[in-house]
């Protein structure tokens, strides 16, 4: 079965940066798109970004668009979150996801993944 496991959360001032990784080990990522999901405290987690494993197609959430990118590197079998000016709104823990490796497209719907991480915390706060 695919275990996902992120890392690179942390705390960080307003304005900042971080980046996120996912990993897998015994499947390669390629073959998978890859969602990144975030769940406040108090609140209902939500997606963040995803990106397809045929043509690279990417899709983000309207409150991270231009801040946050999504990329792969398959020689490390790591998908990355680069995020970016970073707001104390943005402090929730941020799971990467998959969906069946037969779902070929970029979805940012939650019922549609089935393999999740355990999550990294991201705290911004001055």
């Known amino acids: 079965q695919l275990q996902l496991v992120e890392s690179g959360g942390g705390p960080v001032q307003p304005g900042g940066s971080l980046r996120l990784s996912c990993t897998a080990s015994g499947f390669s990522l390629d073959d998978y798109t890859i969602g990144w999901f975030r769940q406040a405290p108090g609140k209902e987690r939500e997606g963040v970004s995803c990106i397809s494993n045929t043509d690279g197609t990417t899709s983000y959430a309207d409150s991270v668009k231009g801040r946050f990118t999504i990329s792969r590197d398959n020689a490390k079998n790591t998908v990355y979150l680069q995020m970016d000016s970073l707001k104390p709104e943005d402090t929730a823990v941020y799971y990467c996801?998959?969906?069946?490796?037969?779902?070929?497209?970029?979805?940012?719907?939650?019922?549609?993944?089935?393999?999740w991480g355990q999550g990294t915390q991201v705290t911004v706060s001055s």
């Open positions: 996801a998959a969906p069946p490796r037969l779902f070929r497209l970029c979805v940012l719907r939650e019922i549609l993944y089935d393999y």
